[in-house]
T-cell receptor
Framework: SQQGEEDPQALSIQEGENATMNCSYK?????LQWYRQNSGRGLVHLIL?????REKHSGRLRVTLDTSKKSSSLLITASRAADTASYFC??????????FGKGTRLSVIA | DTAVSQTPKYLVTQMGNDKSIKCEQN?????MYWYKQDSKKFLKIMFS???????INETVPNRFSPKSPDKAHLNLHINSLELGDSAVYFC?????????????FGPGTRLTVT
């Protein structure tokens, strides 16, 4: 069964605003990863957060993980038009393969 | 240099035909994957190979047969294509065996079955 569920399904913001996407999952995990997919392209790995970590930063990206709530959030600060893409969370559990959510479609309007 | 490449990028074919998609990675990774992304953007693992050995085979019809001639290549052959096979197929690779690490994706192959 599907592990990660992103929320919202779609998000539209103005350039310069912050964008927050959430991911909920069902079972215990080894790590949680966020990927970006531009239209017509493959997925690009953004950030990986391990189950014993609570927060991680990479440039304008901030990821949090709350294992007690089985949820994660991805914050993109000072968004740009180039951030327009779909964002997926993916969970790693035990020896099972990565399981991807359905993604959040982010539109950043210039 | 392209890390994970796939050919062809687009594939349009008729029901009943047999087709192949090729994938190559130049990252030196030991593990390669095939994913299917449907029209709703849901991405699902199909196969995983580690060092030419099949390690994951999700519930995929046996019309789909992966072949790994060496650890840098993982090709996907599909027999007797059906309308429901229309999707975007992504190849990916990673250093870790169990798929727990970062994965690198190819650009995708959009398969349309008419």
């Amino acid at each position: 069964s599907q592990q990660g569920e992103e929320d919202p399904q779609a998000l539209s913001i103005q350039e310069g605003e912050n964008a927050t996407m959430n991911c909920s999952y069902k079972t215990s995990i080894n790590n949680l990863q966020w990927y970006r997919q531009n239209s017509g392209r493959g997925l690009v790995h953004l950030i990986l957060i391990r189950s014993n970590e609570r927060e991680k930063h990479s440039g304008r990206l901030r990821v949090t993980l709350d294992t007690s709530k089985k949820s994660s959030s991805l914050l993109i600060t000072a968004s740009r038009a180039a951030d327009t893409a779909s964002y997926f969370c993916a969970t790693s559990s035990g020896n099972t393969p990565l399981v991807f959510g359905k993604g959040t479609r982010l539109s950043v309007i210039a | 240099d392209t890390a994970v490449s796939q050919t062809p990028k687009y594939l349009v074919t008729q029901m009943g035909n047999d087709k192949s998609i090729k994938c190559e990675q130049n990252l030196g990774h030991d593990t390669m994957y095939w994913y299917k992304q449907d029209s709703k953007k849901f991405l699902k693992i199909m196969f995983s190979y580690n060092n030419k050995e099949l390690i994951i085979n999700e519930t995929v019809p046996n019309r789909f047969s992966p072949k790994s001639p060496d650890k840098a290549h993982l090709n996907l052959h599909i027999n007797s294509l059906e309308l429901g096979d229309s999707a975007v197929y992504f190849c990916a690779s990673s250093q870790s065996v169990q798929g727990s690490g970062e994965q690198y994706f190819g650009p995708g192959t959009r398969l349309t079955v008419t």
